[in-house]
């Protein structure tokens, strides 16, 4: 027998031996049977052998692939296509989103405005002085509506005619401002764009005179006197603080509030009096954050106060009712509608509502408050409440004695004021030893009349126009 008969004798006889029931060996074995589509038959690949001497079924050695290996080879083919074309297409995706993103990046970046000192002498165009020499962005128009203006000063001891003035504002752009005035020099100051806030965040600001803490080692304020500071929200509604020392950088720097990491009701409204912040929590309670250093580097201390069902996203005011900071009175709007003052004296609180005001303020309009010295009374204090009516014009109740708060009278120096325009007023400076001074030169508001922040004043009868503030509007 020769040996090519021998070999087609073995796989006629490896052939009858097949049952219809299924083998386990491993894929990878070349004997495992596969059955062609339509066929019961089962086929076997050729094992290496076979292809090695180039031995086909039947004597064939032309070379001629069979249709298992022509489906094989067009599958594996149209596999390579596919891969080829999902690698195209995900490396153009990547492609793309990398131009989209780098563009978003490089737009964003080129957007964000660049920090400016802006000197304003008096009857002078004012001219933007760029910091670390970077140059100024253009200066922002004035927007259509001021959503928070906040303000804080105080006067020097040496005479009530020499004070400073800081009024914070927010731009289009998101970032703060800080507009200063010296009576010494008549001048107005502006730091552009020092820090981003949340989009519409409420303000609020107040200062401090170092002296207050004279003697006790847990307060440290280095060479500082007077220093100013604003509150804000982050995008977080973390509650956030940006301090301004008399001996520090033009354009200020993070406060130790900051790092409280204090989390706000995301509509809450802020007020600030030195050194009592009050806010809403997640819940919607009024809290309030002191600061008061009972070991050093652990100054700030919150808590709960003890008041009626506040109304979420209520304003929130406050200034001092007492000489010494004696007394201080908190007004806001209760849950059912009433604004009321929440009054704190000598560590006992009450809430009080008067026909004055307590029904008469609309819900979406600003509120603001100043107090100033008492004529003939060193302890007392006179507190003014404003806000705007229903058809926006300012109205103004007051307490001057014990007998309550008179009716509420209106004023010509406040015709212009925008609808709903947010209005700030200043109290001057009085901590525990220190007497809020006397006179009546820092008893000032402002507020947007059209394009222009208007500022006025008060000397205890009657109020008169200063002017506009020259750092806004340009």
């Known amino acids: 027998m020769s040996q090519l008969e021998q070999i087609e004798e073995e796989l006629s006889s490896a052939h009858s031996g097949i049952t219809a029931l299924p083998r386990l060996e491993s894929i990878y074995n070349p004997k495992r049977a596969r059955t062609r589509i339509g066929s019961g038959e089962p086929v076997f690949e050729e094992d290496l052998f076979e292809k090695d001497v180039?031995?086909?079924r039947g004597g064939d050695r032309s070379g001629a692939k069979s249709p298992v290996e022509m489906n094989e080879d067009a599958r594996h083919h149209r596999m390579l296509v596919w891969l080829i074309a999902v690698f195209i297409a995900v490396l153009v995706l990547a492609i793309v989103l990398g131009a989209v993103l780098g563009t978003f990046v490089s737009s964003k970046h080129k957007s964000s405005p660049q920090p400016s000192i802006t000197e304003i002498p008096a009857s002078t165009t004012p001219t933007p002085t760029p910091t670390g020499g970077v140059p100024p962005s253009e200066p922002?128009?004035?927007?259509?509506?001021i959503?928070?203006?906040?303000?804080?000063?105080?006067?020097?001891?040496d005479s009530s005619e020499h004070y400073s003035v800081t009024l914070f504002s927010q731009g289009t752009d998101g970032y703060l401002s800080r507009h200063s005035f010296d009576s010494t020099t008549g001048n107005w100051t502006r730091v552009s764009d020092f820090v981003a806030a949340k989009s519409g965040t409420p303000l609020t600001a107040s200062s401090l005179n170092a002296e207050y803490y004279a003697g006790q080692p847990n307060y440290s304020f280095g060479n500082t006197h007077y220093q100013s500071q604003v509150v804000y929200l982050n995008n977080d509604n973390d509650i956030n603080e940006w301090i301004f020392p008399d001996s520090g950088p033009e354009l200020g720097q993070p406060g130790s509030l900051t790092q409280q990491m204090y989390i706000a009701h995301p509509e809450t409204q802020l007020a600030f009096y030195w050194p009592s912040l009050i806010y809403q929590g997640m819940s919607g309670e009024v809290r309030e954050a002191?600061?008061?250093?009972?070991?050093?580097?652990?100054?700030?201390?919150?808590?709960v106060l003890h008041t009626s069902e506040a109304a979420n996203g209520t304003k929130l005011v406050t200034v001092p009712r007492g000489n010494n900071l004696t007394s201080m009175s908190l007004f806001y709007r209760e849950d059912g509608g009433r604004f009321v003052d929440h009054k704190e004296d000598d560590g006992n609180s009450q809430i009080y509502a008067n026909e004055a005001f307590s029904s008469l303020i609309p819900t979406d309009s600003a509120v603001t408050a100043f107090s100033s010295r008492r004529p003939g009374d060193a302890q007392a204090l006179n507190t003014y409440l404003l806000w705007q009516n229903e058809s926006g014009t300012v109205q103004m109740s007051w307490s001057d004695n014990e007998n309550g708060w008179r009716a509420p009278v209106t004023d010509q120096?406040?015709?212009g004021a925008e609808k709903n325009t947010a209005i700030a007023c200043l109290t001057g400076l009085t901590f525990s030893g220190f007497p809020l001074a006397q006179g009546t030169e820092l008893s000032r508001c402002y507020f947007q009349a059209g394009a222009a922040v208007r500022e006025v004043s008060f000397d205890g009868n009657a109020w008169r126009v200063v002017g506009n503030v020259p750092t806004f509007g340009f």
């Open 147 to 157: 959503q928070s203006l906040t303000v804080t000063g105080w006067s020097y001891p």
């Open 140 to 145: 922002t128009a004035m927007p259509l509506h």
């Open 54 to 56: 180039g031995v086909q």
């Open 413 to 415: 120096a406040f015709n």
């Open 290 to 303: 002191q600061f008061q250093c009972y070991q050093e580097g652990e100054c700030w201390n919150e808590h």
